[in-house]
């Protein structure tokens, strides 16, 4: 036996049994096991993308002819036991309950090493007598190995079925992480200021009643609430530790006019449900260190024009002059404020900041707003960075006459200036190259950069007095313009104002930019960026079974509460598939089983890092 492999001392002429172990549930990736040829073992890894099936097959070698020395049964025990242990049975739910796989593996072991007590003695029992053992003892052998196996079977399906049908529930939390989520992300989206479409916006109505929800939400999970001078509604969990760094969770609960019902809302529900879980399985007062979810009053900026309003008071970047902008209607968000009984001076607003030193860190799950996940077949990816932003707003001012009585030559028409204006900003995000030179603003990498970074929407036009038989007076329009290269955005941002003051002049009319809003790029965390690749493939790995590829990692175009957040703390995002790539419309969706799996992804993270 010295320096041979075990298979080695049986005889090359093996009668091969085939035992064929069905999984009656799907697996994805399955690996077949192990496949007898010749006299060698192979193991063979196949990859299964879709089947309803998982084969798992063991190859017991069974010699024709048993010799009577000790070693060679011996070295066939050996070949039994070490396939046993070598086998790898991959579990739909990692984290079941492990005394139940400690007495099932027991139980295999037990039958087997009878079996294979059984085969030694009936062959030394022929060699005692001197008589050749006969083609009978084969059979009756080969007959108890397979009792064995379908003992083992019988017990594995008894087992298997019982975990299945009652630790699925226990492990995977559908009633909290999908119904209930899925529930109440359509409840929230019923809260609405406008009758047939979605539309919360800082402070109003639908926005307060939304507030309110959340809060309810919050407490049934366990978590102490509050709202503080800006509209933020706080839910949190002290744990074991209340001096330690808090997690801090959060997302926006207002909302673009015509909206989805996922956009902001996802990501508070999910945390939300991933602590009620810890909460129903005792796990919530375990917590190492302090959990904050966090429902942001304004991310949009629909109603004042300016982004952040509640992430940014937290971050403490929040002037004190946001608290004097007014909306169309002379309203002011100081105003907004009292209007629901938040009164805030001045001089308070920056008490509002947290203190850096106190905060562990800021995750956030948002849908994706974009294709890639869906295109990649991935429901979850990680945010590698966001796009930094850029928000105008250009006022037109020319010369109000007569439609029709005013020759075209002599007129001053600040609506033909803007539509030209709009048309130069789409060739200058098309083909920075053609307006960009390679001087000190911009250089080779920036135009690259640029070239497969930069977008620019005009998502807003108006004109007075807005009359069919006049021609306008003024027109304003907004522009937003985003870019991964914070330099490359603002060499366009200057290129535009070039060319944007040469057309004004060029038609006799005057030109007012106004820069109503800057966000800078911002890079995620690299820790949290690869804890929550951790957690989302784990999460994965629980609801299909199947062992997960590399989990996309991504740029996001979008802004998110994140930015202004990643002035306080370190910052990671999680983004969430949704139908093709679909956002800011009533035609937004996402899979309930992604939602699920979101969730899963935050309870993950809960319990492995917090």
């Known amino acids: 036996m010295a320096g041979r492999r075990p298979w080695e001392s049986c005889d090359n002429n093996l009668a091969k049994l085939w035992i064929g172990h069905q999984l009656a549930r799907p697996v994805a990736n399955a690996q077949s096991a192990i496949h007898l040829e010749g006299s060698k073992l192979q193991l063979l890894e196949a990859n299964v993308n879709t089947c309803h099936f998982a084969w798992l097959s063991i190859s017991l070698p069974i010699s024709k002819r048993y010799h009577s020395h000790s070693a060679t049964s011996s070295g066939c025990s050996e070949i039994l036991i070490t396939q046993l242990f070598n086998f790898k049975y991959e579990m739909r739910f990692w984290s079941l309950d492990i005394k139940w796989c400690v007495c099932l593996w027991l139980l295999c072991c037990c039958a087997l090493w009878l079996a294979c007590l059984f085969l030694q003695a009936l062959s030394l029992s022929p060699s005692l007598s001197g008589q050749p053992a006969t083609q009978d003892s084969a059979m009756a052998i080969s007959s108890s190995i397979l009792f064995c196996y379908l003992l083992c079977s019988v017990l594995s399906n008894v087992a298997s079925s019982f975990m299945y049908s009652d630790d699925r529930r226990d492990v995977l939390f559908p009633q909290i992480l999908k119904e209930e989520a899925v529930t109440r992300l359509d409840e929230l989206g019923k809260v609405s200021d406008a009758n047939g479409y979605l539309q919360r916006t800082f402070m109003s109505p639908a926005s307060v009643r939304a507030g309110n929800l959340i809060r309810q939400w919050m407490e049934d999970a366990g978590l102490r609430t509050w709202v503080d001078h800006l509209g933020n509604v706080h839910g949190r969990v002290e744990g074991l530790n209340a001096s330690a760094q808090a997690l801090l969770i959060g997302s926006h609960l207002d909302t673009v006019v015509d909206a989805g019902i996922f956009d902001g809302s996802l990501g508070i529900i999910t945390a939300i449900s991933a602590l009620k879980v810890l909460k129903s399985t005792g796990k919530l007062g375990k917590l190492k260190r302090p959990v904050e979810v966090i429902a942001f009053s304004d991310e949009e900026g629909v109603r004042f024009q300016s982004t952040f309003l509640g992430s940014a008071a937290l971050a403490g970047i929040l002037p004190v002059s946001a608290l004097r902008v007014s ?137 007075w007095p807005s009359a069919s038989n006049v021609i306008p007076g003024e027109v304003t329009f907004t522009v937003d313009l985003r870019a991964i290269d914070d330099a490359g955005r603002e060499t366009v941002l200057y290129e535009l104002s070039n060319q944007l003051y040469q057309i004004c002049e060029k038609r006799s009319v005057s030109c007012i930019v106004e820069r109503k809003h800057d966000a800078n790029a911002v890079m995620c965390d690299g820790d949290l960026s690869s804890q929550l690749k951790s957690a989302s493939y784990a999460a994965l790995k629980r609801l299909t079974g199947a062992t997960q590829h590399e989990i996309p990692v991504i740029m996001s175009g979008a802004g998110h509460d994140a930015m202004a957040m990643s002035h306080l703390t370190k910052v990671g995002m999680l983004f969430v598939r949704c139908r093709g790539g679909i956002s800011h419309s009533p035609a937004e969706h996402v899979l309930d089983d992604d939602v699920w799996a979101a969730g899963l992804a935050v309870l993950a993270f809960l319990e492995t890092h917090v």
């Open 327 to 463: 909306d169309k209607s002379g309203v002011t968000v100081l105003d907004a404020l009292r209007e629901n009984s938040i009164d805030i001076a001045e001089e308070s607003l920056l008490q509002l900041k947290y203190d850096p030193a106190s905060v562990w860190g800021y995750i956030e799950v948002h849908i994706e707003q974009g294709p890639v996940l869906e295109w990649v077949g991935f429901p979850l990816g990680v945010v590698q960075g966001i796009a930094g932003q850029t928000r105008l707003k250009v006022t037109v001012r020319g010369s109000q006459g007569h439609a029709g009585t005013v020759p075209m030559s002599m007129r001053q028409d600040p609506m033909t200036a803007a539509a030209e204006l709009i048309v130069l900003l789409e060739r200058l995000c098309k083909h920075p190259k053609d307006f960009l030179s390679y001087d000190g603003r911009s250089n080779g990498s920036t135009l690259e950069s640029l070239s497969s970074s930069l977008v620019c929407t005009v998502g807003e036009i108006s004109s």
